[in-house]
């Protein structure tokens, strides 16, 4: 009787879960916005946004329809995964939802420098299937935690390494330009950087080459209720089909 009326408990939950998400879907939808709500970077021709369950339910359709002037939101870099045991809750809805819309998808991991690097890559690895067209996988390390930053820098390495082996491609690197400038510098020179700069009218100030920059975090996008991270990509459409995954 206890299994009966926990398995029927269960289902009502799942379908009182879907009739929310239909209904919270439907709302979302008639969110719309004049513009992007930032003064966006000039002299980049390819833009995008990054988002976690922060930004609760998103309609992706919106999101990859809106145009202002001529820019558009062409990808997006969800949070994926954290330490080592959280998924972001909304992780697998976006991945796929997002995808198909016509987005062009990437996953980032929150990394704790207090943990294994190995350990937390194959909470990645575990969660996150990269397809041909994908951006390549993304660390996101922005604090050491009280961690001596040798011992952080060991298990990046630890990370950026186990997740090249199984998926076959360099990882990007994300972070703030003081923490890149403080801590990691030359070490991380061959992986791609996505660099967090704000209140810099053109480029981030890092003194090394960078791939994407997130030059705001007040974005304004059709289908999303919250602010958004805003970002741009460093180069033409030929150079960012090349960082894709084939």
Same mark, same amino acid.
């Given at each position: 009787m206890v299994l009966l009326l926990s398995g029927f408990a269960l289902i009502l939950y799942f379908a009182l879960w879907e009739k929310w998400e239909e209904r919270q879907t439907a709302t979302i939808e008639s969110v719309r916005y =004049?513009?992007?709500?930032?003064? &966006?970077?000039?002299?980049?021709?390819?833009?995008?946004? =990054?988002?976690s369950s922060y930004q609760g339910v998103i309609h992706w359709p919106s999101v990859?329809? &809106?145009?202002s002037g001529d820019l558009r939101m062409g990808f997006v870099f969800m949070k994926a995964t954290e330490g080592l045991n959280d998924t972001d809750k909304r992780f697998h809805t976006n991945w796929e939802k997002a995808k198909a819309a016509g987005m062009i998808r990437g996953a980032y991991h929150f990394f704790l420098a207090t943990k294994s690097g190995k350990q937390q890559a194959l909470q990645f690895i575990k969660q996150v299937e990269l397809k041909k067209g994908d951006l390549p996988p993304v660390i996101d390390i922005e604090k050491l935690y009280g961690v001596k930053p040798v011992l952080m820098r060991q298990r990046v390495k630890e990370f950026l390494e186990t997740i090249e082996a199984y998926y076959r491609v360099r990882p990007i690197i994300y972070t703030y330009a003081d923490f890149y400038e403080r801590? $990691?510098? =030359?070490?991380? #020179? #061959?992986?791609? $950087?996505?660099?967090?700069?704000?209140?810099?009218?053109? #480029?981030?100030?890092?003194?090394?080459?960078?791939?994407?920059?997130?030059?705001?975090? =007040?974005?304004?996008?059709?289908?999303?209720?919250? #602010?958004?991270?805003?970002?741009v990509f460093n180069g033409d459409s030929v150079k960012f089909k090349q960082l894709l995954m084939h």
């Open positions: =004049d513009a992007f709500g930032v003064t &966006m970077p000039s002299g980049y021709a390819i833009h995008g946004i =990054d988002v990859k329809k &809106m145009i801590h $990691l510098g =030359d070490d991380f #020179k #061959k992986y791609p $950087l996505w660099v967090a700069h704000y209140f810099q009218p053109d #480029k981030p100030r890092v003194q090394r080459d960078w791939h994407f920059w997130q030059h705001s975090e =007040d974005g304004s996008i059709d289908g999303i209720r919250h #602010k958004v991270d805003c970002n």
